[in-house]
């Protein structure tokens, strides 16, 4: 799980703003830093100059970025990604956005996994001589994507038009199997979206208007737009392609369209923020409803004496929606019982159990006043391997 996001506007504010994109970047990224807290970085591009400027490093967002570095990001398109480390190294080589400048300058960042990247690796170099850099599947990600692109033409003639962009996205999606939303560049196209066949992960467009000109956002939550000042447009499809140019126009294709989707209910339980819509419905109000079905359940439990709860108590931080809902339903006392230390990372990620145990220590503190003595009914958002819960 990782954070996107992309933003193209007119040269005019380039001109006057240089780093405008850039700064629009890093302010979405604060949004969606829920997302990710490994590392964050940004790529921006001068459609006019031809070139690109990127910084990227470990750590969260705003420590990453000060005005400085900002400032030396210049251009009217930006990218830039949260990382939440599931594949590959915590190493600087593995971050992103991910850049190339031959045979096609092009940057990207993504959200999600691949299951097939060894044997599709193998396939490119086998097929193309490929040797990868990094242990990220982005990097084969952009290479599958450039060999669609640069399909048929010579190396002296690479200069790509929508109809290379629709194969490239084709070829991808084909090959690349597993659950991304991707944002991109490719020098002399634009600014791009593309989402996985089942849209497994979220992608959304959302547009404002400044002295007259648009501006174009692509993220993957609406937290970010809203921070923005922008306008949600809609969600991208699943499997459809979305391009906004250098010229500002927006243009959009279904690259392939399966009957059956997928969603991840991670997602709606806990990766995005409260304050987000996902597909046309509010995050915070899916997690109330969760919690008014958990409620049902736990009624028929009381009636018949299984339980005898008399406090109400969430795992924090993002069960508290449900629980809250829990409580109201029930008619029991809702609690804060348990206190998250802010400062320790995500505990089910980590390698090896002896860590997580150790992570899940430092992350928890009970209220002792609010619990001794009582029975709680304990509100988690999800179970992975039982290690907070035991």
Request: proline content about 3%; some cysteine; hydrophobic content about 40%.
């Amino acid at each position: 799980m990782c954070g996107v996001i992309g933003l193209i506007g007119p040269q005019e504010i380039a001109s006057s703003e240089d780093y405008w994109a850039a700064y629009d970047a890093y302010r979405g990224l604060l949004t969606l830093q829920h997302r990710g807290q490994d590392a964050a970085g940004v790529l921006t591009y001068d459609t006019m100059k031809k070139k690109y400027y990127g910084d990227k490093d470990l750590g969260l967002v705003a420590q990453v970025f000060q005005q400085k570095n900002l400032e030396t990001l210049r251009g009217n398109l930006a990218i830039g990604h949260t990382r939440y480390a599931t594949i590959g190294s915590d190493g600087k080589n593995d971050l992103q956005p991910m850049v190339m400048g031959f045979p096609i300058g092009m940057g990207m960042v993504h959200n999600g996994n691949i299951v097939n990247y060894f044997s599709l690796a193998k396939e490119m170099a086998d097929k193309f001589g490929l040797h990868l850099l990094t242990n990220n599947d982005l990097e084969l990600m952009m290479h599958v994507f450039c060999q669609g692109l640069l399909t048929n033409k010579s190396i002296d003639s690479t200069q790509v038009n929508l109809d290379d962009m629709k194969r490239a996205a084709k070829d991808l999606l084909v090959k690349a199997i597993g659950a991304y939303a991707l944002v991109g560049t490719v020098a002399g196209i634009g600014l791009f979206g593309l989402r996985d066949p089942k849209g497994i992960r979220p992608l959304v467009l959302g547009k404002k208007t400044k002295n007259g000109k648009d501006i174009w956002c692509l993220t993957s939550e609406t937290c970010a737009l809203n921070f923005l000042g922008m306008e949600f447009v809609r969600d991208v499809a699943p499997g459809e392609l979305v391009i906004i140019d250098e010229n500002l126009q927006l243009h959009s294709f279904q690259i392939i369209e399966e009957k059956k989707k997928a969603r991840c209910m991670f997602e709606w339980i806990y990766f995005a923020g409260a304050e987000s819509s996902l597909e046309g419905r509010s995050v915070y109000g899916a997690r109330l409803g969760l919690g008014q079905v958990l409620a049902k359940k736990a009624k028929l439990l009381i009636e018949d004496k299984t339980i005898i709860p008399d406090i109400v108590c969430p795992v924090p931080d993002t069960s508290r929606t449900a629980s809250i809902a829990l409580a109201e339903s029930l008619g029991l006392p809702y609690r804060e019982g348990l206190i998250k230390n802010r400062y320790t990372q995500r505990s089910f990620i980590l390698n090896t159990q002896d860590k997580r145990e150790k992570a899940v220590e430092l992350k928890l503190s009970p209220v002792r006043s609010e619990i001794e003595g009582k029975n709680i009914l304990l509100v988690d958002d999800s179970v992975v391997r039982g290690t907070t819960s035991r």
